[in-house]
């Protein structure tokens, strides 16, 4: 979401029909954020375990396809998205909670062969030379798949986090240029990732508030850490054995709140 404050509109009446959008996006966004924390506070009530992580991502996960559901059928947008459509997976910094890489970490060791997780714990290594030294959040032009990508398809597609569940492309073209090229714009249907930013949002501020972990991480250099232990990954980082400062963003939760509470003071009632 872009501040209100950035736009210089030329015809007022554009002026308000943008300004009703945005305040319809604001709206997708703090009913995410509400769902997010709600979630995130039933599933810690059991207490702070491996388990109880892995089912608010859970929790938050389907609340997201609910919704994007919802929101969809409204809209009815034309999205490329399909099978084998990899573009988005091969660059740097996506961004996981703490309960979502718990999720992943716990279906990798329960599901994948020795030869699968030998092979994963490979690509992660692959991915943390390829990024090493860089700002993670700048554009760049070379691919650096995804440790969860194997031959086009996501591994862990039924429980990918909430940011590649909001992701999404209206162009194809768009996609391959963005592949190619870092500093590319590719056109989304704003909305569905509206849902997932509020559901992270609303989640890191309850994991906060519980004086748990709300940073982001980035997935590939969190992987590549967890999975330097011998197994219980999961275990293993929820008791704090595990480096995560490599992949952490502590900002990105507050930064993202104040962009939307920033915008809509200036989109107005």
Not at 1 to 24: F, G, K, L
Not at 113 to 141: F, K, N, W
Not at 184 to 203: E, H, K, N, S, Y
Request: charged share 25%; hydrophobic share 40%; with cysteine.
């Amino acid at each position: 979401m872009r501040p209100w404050h950035e736009h210089d509109p030329v015809n007022p009446s554009h002026a308000d029909i943008e300004r009703q959008a945005y305040r319809e996006r604001i709206e997708v966004f703090l009913a995410g954020r509400e769902a997010g924390g709600t979630i995130t506070a039933d599933a810690l009530r059991k207490g702070v375990s491996p388990a109880s992580l892995a089912e608010a991502a859970a929790g938050l996960a389907r609340f997201a396809d609910e919704a994007q559901a919802i929101v969809r059928e409204e809209y009815r947008p034309r999205l490329a998205c399909g099978d084998r459509c990899w573009y988005c997976c091969c660059k740097p910094n996506v961004l996981v909670s703490i309960p979502e890489l718990v999720r992943i970490l716990r279906h990798v060791e329960a599901v994948f062969s020795s030869e699968a997780l030998a092979a994963l714990r490979q690509r992660s290594r692959g991915y943390e030379a390829q990024v090493a030294g860089r700002r993670l959040e700048d554009p760049i032009d070379e691919s650096v798949p995804c440790p969860l990508l194997v031959d086009g398809r996501c591994s862990v597609y039924d429980i990918r986090p909430l940011v590649c569940r909001g992701y999404n492309s209206t162009d194809v073209e768009a996609c391959r240029r963005g592949h190619r090229t870092g500093g590319a714009l590719v056109p989304i249907f704003a909305m569905l990732r509206d849902v997932t930013d509020g559901a992270t949002v609303g989640a890191g501020q309850q994991l906060a508030a519980t004086d748990l972990d709300s940073s982001v991480l980035d997935l590939g250099l969190a992987l590549n850490a967890a999975l330097s232990c011998e197994r219980d990954f999961a275990a293993a980082l929820v008791r704090g054995e595990v480096d995560l400062a490599a992949a952490e963003n502590r900002s990105y939760i507050s930064e993202l709140w104040d962009h939307v509470q920033e915008t809509a003071r200036w989109v107005g009632p």
